[in-house]
């Protein structure tokens, strides 16, 4: 009986995920319909003008934007993240200095973005100003490498789990043949761990594409598609906390088409992640 009853929870939660999932895509979608009837699906998504006195919108901009951040973000994130979970799953396992660096991190995986987004107001925006990368601090850039800062601890913290779990009778194999200590990382540990690795980053790019505060408080907020790191823009999520409480009519259901098309991409990017990590994990 307790069998049966535990196996029912397990259900109803498993169908509740996907009712819920169901939920938000039919929301939005409903949403979204005025502006896709009024501009087209391919016209709206491929629209860079957005404009209120003649209510003419395009998400082309924000997609740019979403995509260039957090793209930057991830790269920015990539060598610093890999060294911290090398530090703590390989070459200080279980040591106090390591313990002390994990508490550091999960500490900042649980700082809120906005102070993540004051942090770079008023210290990363004027160095920036006064490096000449453009004349506010605020852009494209910066937003990038705070958004890199957020997604570091996530990134770190899975991989060196990871990194941590590589069976100790492979790495000792690796060295009764000779290998090096970096050598059994390169070719041992990492190829081991890789699935889990890529999956880590995947989760971390995930967040950035979806963060809305930092992202909001340092990329400068200009409906246009940026011309270099230098200059500014907006994202998906940034245009959405921005306008949305004084959003009526047609642009309304233009900010519920962008969210909609956030969720289309992240749903999108985790697929195809998921189809690699099972390509890795076979290899």
Request: proline share 3%; hydrophobic share 55%; aromatic share 10%.
């Amino acid at each position: 009986m307790k069998d049966k009853i535990f196996n029912a929870l397990l259900t109803l939660a498993g169908v509740t995920i996907v009712l819920l999932a169901a939920g938000i895509i039919y929301a939005l979608t409903v949403e979204s319909l005025p502006v896709f009837q009024k501009f087209g699906v391919l016209d709206f998504v491929a629209g860079s003008a957005w404009t209120d006195r003649t209510e003419t919108y395009g998400a082309l901009p924000f997609i740019t934007g979403t995509l260039l951040t957090s793209v930057l973000a991830l790269l920015f994130c990539i060598p610093f993240a890999l060294s911290i979970a090398l530090f703590n799953g390989e070459y200080f396992r279980d040591t106090k200095v390591s313990k002390t660096l994990s508490t550091i991190v999960d500490l900042l995986a649980g700082v809120p973005s906005i102070v993540y987004g004051l942090w770079g107001f008023y210290t990363l925006a004027p160095i920036m100003k006064g490096l000449g990368v453009n004349d506010t601090g605020f852009g494209v850039l910066l937003a990038s490498i705070v958004l890199a800062i957020m997604i570091i601890p996530y990134a770190s913290s899975l991989s060196a789990e990871f990194i941590s779990m590589v069976p100790n009778d492979l790495k000792e194999s690796a060295y009764s043949l000779g290998a090096t200590r970096s050598e059994t990382i390169r070719h041992v540990s990492i190829p081991v761990a890789g699935s889990g690795i890529f999956a880590a980053f995947i989760l971390a790019f995930g967040r950035a594409l979806g963060e809305t505060m930092a992202v909001t408080m340092l990329i400068g907020n200009t409906n246009t598609i940026p011309g270099s790191l230098r200059a500014t823009g907006n994202s998906m999520a940034s245009v959405i906390a921005n306008q949305f409480g004084e959003a009526i009519g047609i642009k309304l259901s233009a900010l519920f088409a962008i969210g909609l098309l956030l969720f289309l991409i992240t749903a999108l990017i985790n697929c195809i992640a998921k189809i690699i990590i099972k390509r890795l994990s076979h290899k």
